[in-house]
């Protein structure tokens, strides 16, 4: 019998740069795992990836991008920006379609401007302004396209991502609407927090 897992993730990109948030509940069929796993992986100090899917293909992942960065930046003396690391993610997981990672992944970064990108497990890439991931997305996203603006400022955005995963949270049994992981990556760097709610 197949075991049913979930989550929310979000992505919203605006000038001033991108923010990623998810929820941090595991669960596994009816069962709450835990309410404390990080589902948003820095990669590098400007660059991360929301997971949705195989934890362990998305940590191999993870694992594999990160010592890809390090020889882009040893070989060419820069960073990866963002829009390179999706499309090289996007090769991984297309040469990989026979014995795919099961995985859907959000990729955002500022390294020369602000980046935002959804892969599928089989490398489809769609750069966008707001995406979402996870068995909670069709709540996410119908938040997300009625708040976005172009023209939002970082925390505004910051709002709106927290209120499309915790609304997600509130309909879709998987995913935890208790507790939120935020990203904010900016063009001075990238900021985690933890947003709790009580009720």
């Known amino acids: 019998m197949e075991k049913k897992t979930g989550t929310t993730t ?5 000038k001033e740069g991108v923010v ?33 899917g195989s934890v362990g293909d998305v940590q191999m992942l993870a694992r594999m991008l ?27 997981l297309n040469e990989n379609k026979w014995f795919p990672y099961l995985v859907q992944i959000i990729i955002g970064g500022y390294v020369e401007e602000p980046t935002l990108a959804n892969l599928d497990p089989l490398g489809g890439l769609i750069f966008d ?21 172009k023209d939002m400022s970082i925390e505004e955005a910051r709002e709106l991502a927290i209120r499309a995963v915790r609304t997600a949270g509130k309909r879709d049994v998987y995913t935890g609407d208790r507790k939120i992981q935020v990203v904010v990556i900016t063009k001075e760097g990238m900021k985690e927090e933890f947003v709790e709610f009580k009720e």
Do not use: C
């Open 10 to 14: 979000v992505g919203i990109k605006v």
């Open 20 to 52: 990623l948030a998810a929820d941090t509940q595991a669960s596994l069929d009816h069962m709450v795992e835990t309410l404390n796993i990080k589902k948003i992986l820095p990669i590098t100090d400007r660059i991360a990836i929301t997971t949705a």
């Open 66 to 92: 990160e010592a890809e960065a390090r020889y882009y930046q040893f070989t060419w003396g820069k960073p990866m920006t963002a829009k390179a690391m999706a499309n090289l993610l996007s090769n991984i």
């Open 129 to 149: 302004d707001y995406t979402a991931t996870g068995s909670g997305s069709p709540f996410a996203i119908a938040i997300l396209e009625e708040g976005y603006r």
